[in-house]
């Protein structure tokens, strides 16, 4: 079991940054790639970025070149560098991990989410 506590949400103007964080817990030494997820109200979860245990990144291209993903092993911790907000990045985030299990099997843990939104 993993478990994923986010924080670093909040309130930002348009332009603006904020770091989101989210520490695992748990069997926290089996996960492999992990990513940030955001939902917006009346809208589907998606991808906002990932990065492979071997460091690889991919972004969503609205926000590419004003989010940055990072990961600190050590730490057990994840991070979500986010720059030059945007009203439309308002949404609650959500980091994953995923964890592999048996064959091409993985199982995917989920934070609890945290608000962000960007007044304009």
């Known amino acids: 079991q993993v478990q994923l506590v986010e924080s670093g949400g909040g309130l930002v103007q348009a332009g603006g940054s904020l770091r989101l964080s989210c520490e695992a817990s748990g069997s926290s030494l089996s996960i492999n790639a992990v990513g940030w997820y955001r939902q917006a109200p009346g809208k589907q979860r998606e991808l906002v970025a990932s990065i492979t245990g071997g460091g690889s990144t991919n972004y969503a291209d609205s926000v590419k070149g004003r989010f940055t993903i990072s990961r600190d092993n050590r730490k057990n911790t994840m991070y979500l560098q986010m720059t030059s907000l945007r009203p439309e990045d308002t949404a609650v985030y959500y980091c994953?991990?995923?964890?592999?299990?048996?064959?091409?099997?993985?199982?995917?843990?989920w934070g609890q989410g945290t608000q962000v939104t960007v007044s304009s």
């Open positions: 994953s991990a995923d964890v592999p299990l048996r064959g091409n099997i993985v199982r995917r843990y």
